[in-house]
């Protein structure tokens, strides 16, 4: 979707107009500094936490800052990736490992940088109904009989060692190598005692698979319940609506967000190549302004705005899923077991808690994974993840941002960080599903802390 040349062209002599009219300068009419380059494209997957890019474009955040934007859905994130690399894409939605990945060269080797977090949580992982009949009187129950959550992986475990014992191997699907799914879905494994296997790239495997338990492979979000219905996987790990579709679908079970399994974990960010960031960096600042104000209206009025954003998402433009699949999660509940509908205010989250900002210890937190299943083949000293994590995240470009809207008073100095005092980190977080603390700042002391994955000089 994008802005006609023809309305483009009204739009800047309108405020032309305006400014000589009322002999100010265009920077008055609600942009700082004129943008390099004012014609963009931006890619994003038919995902609800893309909503921040729908959101700016629809309510007109993108042209209060003189920009004239496309939005076009991608194929996958491969594909998605690639586009920016190559320039046919200025910027895209990315899975926030996307950017690390591909600066330290797991996969395609480019310099991808962050100036802006997209939200928080919107994740789940969801087995098939057979696997859920089978899960299912293993987990304990509350007085109304309902599972108690959240449900670990340890009821999945003797699910999987009947599938061993009886030769067939157990599959399930995340969308993408360094992508939050990979990760959460095998720290919830783990945390069961089921190894979801390990990669090799410096010998040629990266297929993730060497030991494991369960065999985890890559397939497109929109594809997950179809694959999964056709038997191909027996469960999933993937965004919404896609979770929530297949309860719609009565194929599969949710049995758990990721919210339960790291409390308001990073999730996409918005993602450029560094060399573009370098050639137009008023027009990056305008675009995380517009970025930033779009995550504050989906969280305000405390999630007031969000039946709005769902008619927003649910157009074939973006989505294209069914209003009530979409709003299933977007509005503040989740349905796990057809009927089991809870309240989880925070499943997504775009801008409370400081969702927005890029930082460090987030960055880290994906590198300690790739290196605890093997992406990253040889142990790194605790500086080697500091340096990639400042390469890659860019606070400060956020900051430039922020101040300028609180100078423009269209956001509050009190919806930030202290960006003074801000260091990049935030404090060592415990509320994860098997409550080991990580502190961002002692990598390798936090990756000691695993049973299962890679750790100190160990290798494949």
Request: hydrophobic share 40%; charged share 25%; proline share 7%.
């Amino acid at each position: 979707m994008g802005i006609s040349t023809t309305k483009k062209k009204k739009f800047k002599s309108l405020l032309l107009t305006l400014s000589i009219s009322a002999s100010i300068s265009l920077p008055s009419m609600g942009y700082a500094v004129e943008p390099e380059k004012d014609e963009l494209k931006f890619g994003f997957i038919k995902l609800t936490d893309m909503a921040p890019l729908a959101v700016a474009y629809e309510k007109g955040f993108f042209e209060d800052e003189g920009l004239f934007v496309q939005l076009e859905a991608q194929a996958n994130w491969k594909v998605l990736l690639d586009r920016v690399i190559t320039g046919e894409l200025d910027g895209a939605h990315m899975l926030a490992g996307q950017p690390l990945g591909a600066t330290i060269g797991f996969g395609t080797q480019s310099h991808i940088i962050t100036a802006f977090s997209m939200d928080l949580n919107g994740n789940a992982i969801t087995v098939s109904n057979k696997v859920w009949d089978e899960m299912k009187p293993l987990i304990p129950k509350d007085a109304d009989g309902k599972p108690v959550h959240p449900i670990k992986a340890d009821y999945l475990k003797p699910v999987i060692d009947k599938y061993k014992d009886e030769g067939k191997p157990f599959n399930m699907g995340m969308v993408f190598p360094v992508s939050t799914h990979n990760y959460e879905l095998r720290y919830w494994l783990a945390a069961g005692g089921i190894n979801p296997g390990l990669y090799a790239p410096h010998k040629g495997d990266t297929s993730g698979k060497i030991d494991a338990d369960a065999l985890l492979s890559v397939t497109p979000p929109p594809q997950m319940p179809s694959t999964m219905e056709a038997g191909t996987i027996e469960g999933y790990c993937v965004g919404e609506p896609w979770n929530q579709q297949a309860v719609f679908k009565n194929i599969g079970v949710p049995v758990i967000t990721d919210y339960e399994i790291w409390k308001n974990n990073p999730e996409k960010v918005f993602g450029v190549s560094k060399g573009w960031a370098d050639k137009y960096p008023n027009t990056h600042i305008a675009v995380v302004k517009s970025l930033i104000r779009a995550a504050e209206w989906l969280d305000a009025n405390n999630n007031g705005n969000r039946p709005e954003a769902v008619k927003i998402l649910a157009q074939p433009n973006y989505v294209g899923a069914d209003y009530d699949v979409i709003a299933n999660s977007m509005t503040g509940t989740f349905e796990y077991e057809k009927g089991d509908k809870r309240d989880v205010p925070d499943f997504n989250v775009f801008f409370r808690y400081n969702a927005t900002y890029p930082y460090y210890s987030d960055a880290i937190w994906y590198l300690t994974q790739m290196r605890r299943w093997g992406q990253i083949s040889e142990q790194k000293p605790d500086s080697w993840y500091m340096d990639v994590a400042k390469s890659v995240y860019r606070p400060d470009i956020y900051a430039q941002a922020a101040k300028e809207l609180i100078a423009e008073g269209k956001l509050k100095a009190s919806d930030f960080p202290a960006f003074d005092t801000e260091d990049g980190f935030k404090a060592p977080q415990s509320d994860f599903i098997d409550g080991i603390t990580y502190d961002g700042k002692q990598p390798n002391a936090y990756l000691e802390k695993f049973s299962i994955g890679l750790k100190g000089k160990e290798q494949i």
